[in-house]
């Protein structure tokens, strides 16, 4: 079942008006001396806004094996060590080192313009720049035809995505156009993209190995746009070529490529993009440690990925995450120094291709899973922590109960609390936890459209950051790590044990089994 925490809004809409540097003090349910001394610190002296702009401006994107993510665990490190705080990293492989270089592409025929475009991670650059006609993946009758075809695209950039017909969100279109267009719009954009699937699907390869063919046959270069259904904004992962260098085009200059090219109209292009290959680089945690003073061998961790993909600068997947994890254990620092229980702040990586550094960390650290009170995590944007799941223990919840009331209502009071919910099985640090069956629960963030906007894309930067909310996570987990470390007891472990059906397989679902870490790129499957 879900409920809802309720709280008067009239002292959420009183603090909101004053401004972070002088918060009021709010009205407290709890004597505790500690936790007003946390909101005290986390409001009137928040650190957040340096710790963003030299994070996301500064290092910029943490793509795992990348300089940046190297240049990212020294800068932790230093900054955890002037607050006092011992930190490390702890190495769990090593991944393919690749550094992003500029990305210039121009259309240089049938008229000049310079387009919008970045290559994808782990793309070959093109050593000085390369100029060549562009080609659309014709839609050929079966595998045959395409190899036979293959031979044609030697020199040439290859265009392998489906032209959106426009990139105006729908919600533009719902607010502006009739209901009739709308609709219409919608269905020849379906019937286009089914279209164009089953193209791709004829040529016998699929996304993953398509450019990889085309690279074999001597193309010059592959381009492509994964439209992320915003103004302006797209998503951009990793490449598949060793060679020819893959470049995302935003939907609007892939569509004006594309029609260019459609309409046998000679449509030219010019890319100069510089990418280098470093080797292996380590492959490693960040990890901060405030021992404690009577159960150290127990622990409360905070939890966030540090790395990120790298067409933005990975502000809010997880530069946020990553700022609330360590704003918190400064706050904790200076009210809090000595902990009952350890706590533990872990700053993951490789969680892009696959919960990596959290999976490694849980099998190379069974002491500490064992005997983990709780972990905190968040990944999933800049908004106000809104939803929290116990992920399926059943014990769990007269304890959160004790801890939300004591708390002040302006960060309680649009919680969503699922109980007991169910166990996370992916997609975020947490789960890699949660499988061993330890109490690891996500803070899932208000959405402030993370999922098309900023998820992912190339306009994941430091300007769409709420420092508001964001402030008010760092306080939050910082409660939440206090009150959970001087807690007498442990939290209980006990697991749900009846699951709703799996939509896809039509069997009950089950708690969810924990999978191996891939230490390096050879191990990946993504």
């Given at each position: 079942?879900?409920?809802?925490?309720?709280?008067?809004?009239?002292?959420a809409?009183?603090?909101?008006?004053?401004?972070?540097?002088?918060?009021?003090?709010?009205?407290?349910?709890?004597?505790?001396?500690?936790?007003?001394?946390?909101?005290?610190?986390?409001?009137?002296?928040?650190?957040?806004?340096?710790?963003?702009?030299?994070?996301?401006?500064?290092?910029?994107?943490?793509?795992?094996?990348?300089?940046?993510?190297?240049n990212?665990?020294?800068?932790?490190?230093?900054?955890?060590a002037?607050?006092?705080?011992?930190?490390?990293?702890?190495?769990?492989?090593?991944?393919?080192?690749?550094?992003?270089?500029?990305?210039?592409?121009?259309?240089?025929?049938p008229?000049?313009?310079?387009?919008?475009?970045?290559m994808?991670?782990?793309?070959?650059?093109?050593?000085g720049?390369?100029?060549?006609?562009?080609?659309?993946?014709?839609?050929?009758?079966?595998?045959?035809?395409?190899?036979?075809?293959?031979?044609?695209?030697?020199?040439?950039?290859?265009?392998?995505?489906?032209?959106?017909?426009?990139?105006?969100?729908?919600?533009?279109?719902a607010?502006?156009?009739?209901?009739?267009?709308?609709?219409?719009?919608?269905?020849?954009?379906?019937?286009?993209?089914q279209?164009?699937?089953?193209?791709?699907?004829?040529t016998?390869?699929?996304?993953?190995?398509?450019?990889?063919?085309?690279?074999?046959?001597?193309?010059l270069?592959?381009?492509?746009?994964?439209?992320?259904?915003g103004?302006?904004?797209?998503?951009?992962?990793?490449?598949?070529?060793?060679?020819?260098p893959?470049?995302?085009?935003?939907c609007e200059?892939?569509?004006?490529?594309?029609?260019?090219?459609?309409?046998?109209?000679?449509?030219?292009?010019?890319?100069?993009?510089?990418?280098?290959?470093?080797?292996?680089?380590?492959?490693?945690?960040?990890?901060?440690?405030?021992?404690g003073?009577?159960l150290p061998?127990?622990?409360?961790?905070?939890s966030?990925?540090?790395?990120?993909?790298?067409?933005?600068?990975?502000a809010?997947?997880?530069?946020?995450?990553t700022?609330?994890?360590?704003e918190?254990?400064?706050?904790?620092?200076?009210?809090?120094?000595?902990?009952?229980?350890?706590?533990?702040?872990g700053?993951?990586?490789?969680?892009?291709?696959g919960l990596?550094?959290?999976?490694?960390?849980?099998?190379?650290?069974p002491?500490?899973?064992a005997?983990?009170?709780?972990l905190?995590?968040?990944?999933n944007?800049?908004g106000?922590?809104?939803?929290?799941?116990?992920?399926?223990l059943?014990?769990?919840?007269?304890?959160?109960?004790?801890?939300?009331?004591?708390m002040p209502?302006l960060?309680?009071?649009?919680?969503?609390i699922?109980?007991?919910g169910?166990?996370?099985?992916?997609?975020?640090?947490?789960?890699?936890?949660?499988?061993a069956?330890?109490?690891?629960?996500?803070?899932g963030?208000?959405?402030?459209?993370?999922?098309?906007y900023t998820?992912?894309?190339?306009?994941?930067?430091y300007?769409?950051?709420?420092?508001?909310?964001v402030?008010r996570n760092?306080?939050?987990?910082?409660?939440?790590?206090?009150?959970?470390?001087?807690?007498?007891?442990?939290?209980?472990?006990?697991?749900?044990?009846?699951?709703?059906?799996?939509?896809?397989?039509?069997?009950p679902?089950?708690?969810?089994?924990?999978?191996?870490?891939?230490?390096?790129?050879?191990?990946?499957?993504?």
């Amino acid at each position: 079942m879900k409920r809802t925490l309720s709280f008067a809004a009239a002292c959420a809409c009183a603090l909101a008006a004053v401004p972070a540097r002088a918060q009021q003090a709010p009205a407290w349910t709890s004597p505790d001396p500690v936790l007003q001394r946390i909101w005290d610190e986390g409001m009137n002296r928040s650190q957040l806004q340096p710790l963003a702009q030299a994070l996301m401006d500064s290092i910029g994107p943490r793509l795992t094996g990348s300089p940046n993510i190297q240049n990212a665990y020294a800068w932790a490190i230093q900054k955890y060590a002037s607050w006092g705080i011992p930190a490390r990293t702890e190495q769990y492989g090593t991944w393919r080192g690749w550094a992003r270089g500029y990305t210039h592409v121009d259309l240089v025929s049938p008229r000049v313009r310079t387009l919008e475009g970045t290559m994808l991670a782990w793309s070959p650059g093109t050593n000085g720049p390369v100029t060549g006609p562009t080609v659309v993946l014709p839609d050929l009758a079966d595998s045959a035809a395409f190899k036979a075809w293959l031979p044609s695209v030697r020199g040439k950039f290859v265009l392998v995505s489906f032209p959106q017909p426009t990139c105006r969100p729908d919600e533009n279109w719902a607010k502006y156009g009739s209901p009739a267009s709308f609709e219409r719009m919608k269905t020849e954009r379906t019937a286009g993209m089914q279209a164009w699937n089953a193209r791709v699907q004829k040529t016998g390869r699929d996304p993953r190995t398509l450019p990889v063919a085309l690279e074999n046959a001597g193309a010059l270069g592959i381009v492509a746009n994964l439209w992320s259904n915003g103004w302006g904004v797209d998503k951009v992962f990793n490449a598949r070529t060793q060679t020819a260098p893959t470049i995302d085009l935003s939907c609007e200059d892939y569509g004006l490529v594309y029609r260019l090219a459609e309409n046998n109209q000679g449509p030219r292009l010019r890319l100069d993009a510089q990418a280098q290959f470093p080797g292996d680089l380590p492959a490693a945690n960040v990890l901060a440690e405030m021992r404690g003073r009577r159960l150290p061998g127990e622990y409360v961790m905070l939890s966030a990925h540090y790395d990120s993909w790298d067409a933005g600068s990975g502000a809010t997947d997880n530069g946020t995450g990553t700022i609330v994890m360590m704003e918190a254990m400064r706050i904790l620092k200076a009210v809090y120094p000595n902990p009952r229980r350890t706590i533990l702040a872990g700053h993951w990586t490789g969680e892009e291709q696959g919960l990596n550094g959290s999976r490694a960390f849980v099998a190379d650290n069974p002491q500490i899973v064992a005997n983990l009170q709780a972990l905190f995590n968040q990944d999933n944007g800049t908004g106000r922590i809104a939803n929290f799941s116990y992920q399926g223990l059943t014990g769990v919840g007269p304890y959160f109960t004790r801890w939300f009331a004591a708390m002040p209502r302006l960060l309680t009071d649009s919680l969503t609390i699922a109980d007991p919910g169910l166990p996370s099985g992916g997609g975020t640090d947490n789960a890699s936890f949660v499988c061993a069956g330890a109490p690891a629960f996500g803070l899932g963030s208000l959405s402030w459209e993370y999922g098309t906007y900023t998820w992912h894309t190339n306009r994941d930067t430091y300007d769409k950051l709420v420092f508001d909310d964001v402030r008010r996570n760092a306080v939050m987990t910082a409660m939440l790590v206090y009150l959970a470390s001087e807690e007498p007891q442990r939290l209980p472990r006990d697991r749900r044990t009846e699951f709703p059906v799996n939509q896809q397989t039509g069997q009950p679902g089950s708690w969810p089994v924990c999978q191996q870490a891939a230490r390096n790129t050879g191990q990946s499957t993504r």
